[in-house]
Every structure is written in C-alpha cells, then in structure tokens.
C-alpha cells in the first residue's frame, strides 16, 4: 500500500507515485542479490567441502527462526538460514550454511555428519562462536 499525502495536485501525485514505487523496487532489488549470494555461497561450499553432492533447490534468510540458525527440507532441498545470523563473522555464516548442506546428505548429527564437517577448518571454531553467542544471549542453544 503507498500512502499519499494530502494537498498534492493531480501532477504532485503521481510523480510522487512514480518515485514511491522506484524506490520499493529499489529496496526489492537490493533484498533478493543477498539471496543470490547466499546461493553462489552454498554452491561454492558444495564444490570445496562436499564434492559439489550438496545441491540445494534453494537457499534464503528468513526472520522467523528464532530457536534455530538453520534449516533444510530434505524432501525439496530448500535451505532457509536465521536473520539472527547477518553481522556474524562470514566464517560463521559459512558454517551454518555448510552445516545446512551436510544435511542435504546426511540428516542426522552421526558420525558420518561430523566426517564432512570437519573437512571445513573453522566448524569447532564456528560451533565454539555460536554456543557462548546463545549462553551469552540467552537464547536457545541448538545446533544448526
Ligand atoms: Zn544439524
């Protein structure tokens, strides 16, 4: 919805539209290239750690995570990473994504999980940032 001010001629109006308008698209487009980098991130990874077998259909931030730093679907290959998780180190955003991918090829937290993970050299590191992160937070402490 765009709110228009009142006292505008005919004119004012809608070239307060038009500028309305360009500057939601504006902020449209510099949402999705954050999206965009977080696939080129996760293919990257996939290629360095995993073989390039970690293929996911799609790889997002959302807000609505507050428990968790990440997720998959298994079923359609979708990964979603918390908001809580920008201004956080890269490596530690890399983690999450990495860990994210595993799970695209091992769903549980076995033996065969942590293999993998370890082929990336900052997951203790990562892991070690995320805990005292939640212990000093308070907020709830799950792995990804
Ligand atoms: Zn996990």
């Known amino acids: 919805m765009v709110l228009i001010p009142d006292r505008l001629t ?8 038009e500028t309305m308008l360009e500057r939601l698209a504006r902020r449209e487009t510099r ?32 807000d609505n ?6 997720s998959c679907t298994i079923d359609d290959r979708s990964i979603r990473l918390s908001d809580r998780l920008r201004g956080m180190p890269p490596w530690v955003i890399e983690y999450v994504l990495l860990h994210e991918l595993a799970h695209l090829l091992v769903p549980g937290h076995g033996p065969d999980f942590w ?10 590191q990562a892991r070690g940032y ?4 939640s212990d000093a937070t308070g907020s709830p402490a799950t792995d990804p």
């Open 10 to 17: 005919r004119a004012e109006e809608s070239e307060w539209v």
């Open 115 to 124: 293999a993998l993970l370890q082929r990336y050299p900052r997951t203790e």
């Open 31 to 62: 949402r999705r290239p954050s999206d965009d980098t977080l696939a080129t991130q996760a293919s990257r990874l996939s290629a360095q750690y995993l073989d390039g077998r970690a293929e996911p259909s799609s790889v997002r931030w959302v």
């Open 65 to 70: 995570q507050q428990a968790r730093w990440g």
């Open 130 to 133: 995320l805990e005292g992160y």
